[in-house]
């Protein structure tokens, strides 16, 4: 059975950081490709950051130079750092592979 579980959200003041978790478990993110999605209150679900297994990196424009995906393929767990948060970045966010979601954990930027 695979699972995909998100973890590190929270509520957080503008210009803050965190560090989102996604660990998998029944399948190995060593062979697939990691994507973190989200989906503000309203709003379709956007990809915002991609990993590959070759460690190419792909970032939507809203949040290029603030993101940064990163793996450890050792815990099998993919992460998002985010730096210098803004209320827009509000939303619950995802981790997908290989047509696998998890459920999500929510992200609030405000003062």
């Known amino acids: 059975q695979v699972q995909l579980v998100e973890s590190g959200g929270g509520l957080v003041q503008p210009g803050g950081s965190l560090r989102l978790s996604c660990a998998a478990s029944?399948?190995?993110?060593?062979?697939?490709?990691v994507s973190w999605y989200r989906q503000a209150s309203g709003k379709q679900r956007n990809l915002v950051a991609r990993i590959t297994t070759d460690g190419s990196t792909y970032y939507a424009d809203s949040v290029k130079g603030r993101f940064t995906i990163s793996r450890d393929y050792a815990k099998n767990t993919v992460y998002l750092q985010m730096v210098s948060l803004k209320p827009e970045d509000t939303a619950v966010y995802y981790c997908y592979s290989d047509s696998y979601w998890g459920r999500g954990t929510q992200v609030t930027v405000s003062s």
């Open positions: 029944g399948i190995l993110f060593s062979f697939n490709t």
